[in-house]
Nanobody, 125 residues
Framework: QVQLVESGGGLVQAGASLRLSCAAS????????MGWFRQPPGKEREFVVA????????YYADSVKGRFTISRDNAKNTVYLQMNSLKPEDTAVYYC??????????????????WGQGTQVTVSS
């Protein structure tokens, strides 16, 4: 079992930065690949970025490449999402999730066994 708790969301202006954190419970955190998804208002949940268990491999959605950076600290059981140059279209509830599947399937939400409750990110124009 893994419990995930996101934090760091908020209201910012376009062009600003935010760093989201996802803290995981349990001693098996390093066994899981981690992903961030988001759900914009009135839309379906979409993949943002994922990182493998060691942090050595990452996979980004085209919409966030060059602006967002995922990282993890297995000693702290935490995964981070650094978001720079935020745009109004980045407004969404952001969720972290844990998966034992290969990174090649990172974009598929059904490959994730555990989800956090989400944190709201709002970017004003």
């Amino acid at each position: 079992q893994v419990q995930l708790v996101e934090s760091g969301g908020g209201l910012v202006q376009a062009g600003a930065s935010l760093r989201l954190s996802c803290a995981a419970s349990g001693r098996t955190f390093s066994r899981y690949g981690m992903g961030w998804f988001r759900q914009p208002p009135g839309k379906e949940r979409e993949f943002v970025v994922a990182i493998n268990w060691s942090g050595g491999s990452t996979y980004y959605a085209d919409s966030v490449k060059g602006r967002f950076t995922i990282s993890r600290d297995n000693a702290k059981n935490t995964v981070y999402l650094q978001m720079n140059s935020l745009k109004p279209e980045d407004t969404a509830v952001y969720y972290c999730a844990a998966s034992t599947s290969p990174l090649s399937s990172a974009g598929n939400p059904y490959r994730y066994a555990y989800w956090g409750q989400g944190t709201q990110v709002t970017v004003s124009s």
